[in-house]
């Protein structure tokens, strides 16, 4: 039957049979959204989108399933609350099902959840719509506004080998007008945040153009070191952030030769090289490492036919493959300690 054949038959339907039906279907639609959810922690937590050749459930989710970003990233953040508070994870379940709760709303909450506050919040929002969630928040949460004025994302600019200004991804206007290679910027909406700044100096390696929203302490303490360094821009702050935490774990650079990085770099087109089974490139271009594809450990060199960019999704499934699972799970737990 033809859709137009199918809308004209439901013009018997009463107004009784038409609200049940679509109540049905949309109960029908929860169920299988609450169902996607549970899925996608299994798959998350298997890390399946690795072997699939993408970076992450999130780059699965839109390039691999094709749904929008905003929707890729509430039933990321609906999967994130149900792993990290697993005691409400029965009632948000059931709650999605009954259509108490919405992924939206979740996402609405998530960055601002914590062990002391889950519960209260959960509460809160159950039944509500997004724009009384909106309100809840701006009451509970302190500077709620400044911290939606700011939207995250993050961007991911050419490498050395390309030239300065030469991006396919950055806008054309700013394109044209900026130095885009080693930089990382903050877009930000609002005046709470400093406005973007070129940087100094050129340093060679990746770039990241990010837009973050600091909650809390964080934006605090973003706003104090702006104010203790004027003339340092934030991607100085951040830079000098990484830098003491980099240190504080005592963790080299690379022990790749600097020339060597920028020609792997170049050779890759500053994308992660992990092909999967049914031949998919991984299109990730954030936090790119160079691999080695004999590791060190069994005796492998740095010469460049040795090394490749991969992901860090990527990097870890190879050391998986090399070491085993266990052996690697281990040592980033040790790592961490
Ligand atoms: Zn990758």
Known sequence: MQVAEKIQ???????VELVAALDKYLGTERRLLGCFILYLIEFDRRKIFRELGFSSSYQWMTSGLGLSESSAVRRTNAARIMVRFPHLAERIFSEILNGQLSVMVLSMIFAHMNNENCVELIENISGKNRLEVEKFLANRIEGYHAMQSTRAWMRILPGPSKPSGSSEILEPSRASSQHVQNEV?????????????????????????LAVTLVGEGARDLLRLRELYPYRDPSQIINDALCMMRKARDLPASRVPKAIQRKI???????CTFVSDDGRRCS???RLQIDHILPVAKGGDDRPENLRLLCAAHNQLMAERHFGKD????????AKH
Do not use: C, Y
Not at 9 to 15: A, M, T
């Open 9 to 15: 038959s439901l013009e018997h339907l009463s107004q």
């Open 185 to 209: 910027v903050f877009e930000a909406k609002s005046n709470q945040m400093p406005a973007p700044v070129a940087p100094a100096t050129q340093v060679p390696g990746p770039a990241i153009r």
């Open 265 to 271: 770099f170049a050779r890759d087109g500053n994308q």
């Open 284 to 286: 990730e271009r954030g």
């Open 327 to 334: 052996f690697m799970r281990d040592k980033i737990i040790s």
